[in-house]
């Protein structure tokens, strides 16, 4: 029960934005009934967007989707882009409230469509990349019969998927259960009950209604159980064709196994220099 209070004890984050998300470019009008749609969510200090998620913008659009960047950067200044923008982009801005599935829920929120396309891709910036097409990324997710895929999966508490990327089949996302999961994502100010209540809680979910889930770059193929595969199984992942690596990696690599070997290896997989993406 005390959980239960304490979840309910925080506004939505829908409420707490109300009237202060803008379209930046683009409109709800403009954006129809995509088949395929990519939420992108974004925050940084600077509203210049990095190497990194310029370019997977620009991917997700050369694949098909119709790309929704959701910026929380409280920047008054317009989204700069580090290259073009995909030409029917559109730019959502919201304040700096609910972290990515808050995002995630003004995105489907003020855009309704995006639940009942036939393939959706939620997203965030946390990866640096990608370094390569992500053409046999998103194969992997379109010819899936899961109902939700995700990029990696993870045994750490219980597997699930990790939600950094995360894709939607068959117009999923308008179910009621997936529906209601959004809509009351709330204010959190505790990165674990980010984790918690919504990586971990969608996970369970999906199992507890019966969807059927599978990950593109399994944790068992590169990490011992229970460890985080893009922390703990980085540099596996990237001579699988992974073309990422996760900020984290970089910010605190005194708990990162091989950290000092990033550079070394994405130049040598990709040939990439990494400070380049950042």
Same mark, same amino acid.
């Given at each position: 029960?005390?959980?239960?209070?304490?979840?309910k004890s925080r506004p939505r984050v829908l409420d707490e934005v109300a009237g202060r998300v803008r379209f930046e470019h683009g409109s709800a009008a403009q954006f129809g009934r995509p088949g395929r749609a990519a939420v992108l969510v974004h925050w940084a200090s600077s509203p210049r967007l990095s190497r990194s998620v310029t370019t997977l913008a620009n991917e997700l659009s050369s694949v098909g989707y119709r790309l929704v960047l959701v910026s929380a950067c409280e920047a008054s200044d317009l989204i700069e882009w580090n290259g073009k923008r995909p030409e029917d982009a559109v730019v959502l801005r919201k304040p700096n409230i609910g972290y990515d599935f808050g995002s995630w829920a003004v995105a489907l929120n003020e855009l309704p469509a995006i639940a009942h396309a036939e393939k959706v891709i939620l997203i965030n910036d946390s990866m640096i990349g990608p370094f390569a097409p992500i053409t046999d990324i998103v194969a992997r997710f379109e010819s899936s019969t899961a109902d939700v895929f995700g990029l990696t999966d993870t045994r750490q508490y219980f597997r699930h998927l990790q939600s950094y990327f995360l894709g939607f089949n068959r117009g999923v996302l308008a179910d009621k259960p997936l529906a209601a999961f959004f809509a009351d994502v709330r204010e959190e100010h505790d990165k674990?009950?980010? @984790?918690?209540? %919504?990586? *971990?809680?969608?996970?369970?979910?999906?199992?507890?209604?019966? %969807?059927?889930? @599978?990950?593109?770059?399994?944790?068992?193929? +590169?990490?011992?159980?229970?460890?985080? $595969? +893009?922390?703990?199984?980085?540099?596996?992942? *990237?001579?699988?064709?992974? $073309?990422? +690596?996760?900020?984290? +990696? *970089?910010r605190n690599p005194e708990v990162v196994p091989r950290a000092e070997w990033v550079a070394r290896e994405v130049r040598a997989v990709f040939g990439e220099q990494i400070e380049d993406w950042i």
């Open positions: 029960m005390h959980s239960v209070l304490s979840t674990w009950n980010i @984790v918690r209540r %919504y990586e *971990l809680g969608l996970s369970r979910l999906l199992q507890q209604e019966g %969807y059927g889930i @599978v990950a593109g770059f399994r944790a068992d193929d +590169v990490v011992q159980p229970g460890d985080n $595969p +893009v922390i703990r199984g980085w540099w596996r992942l *990237l001579e699988r064709g992974f $073309p990422f +690596v996760k900020r984290e +990696v *970089l």
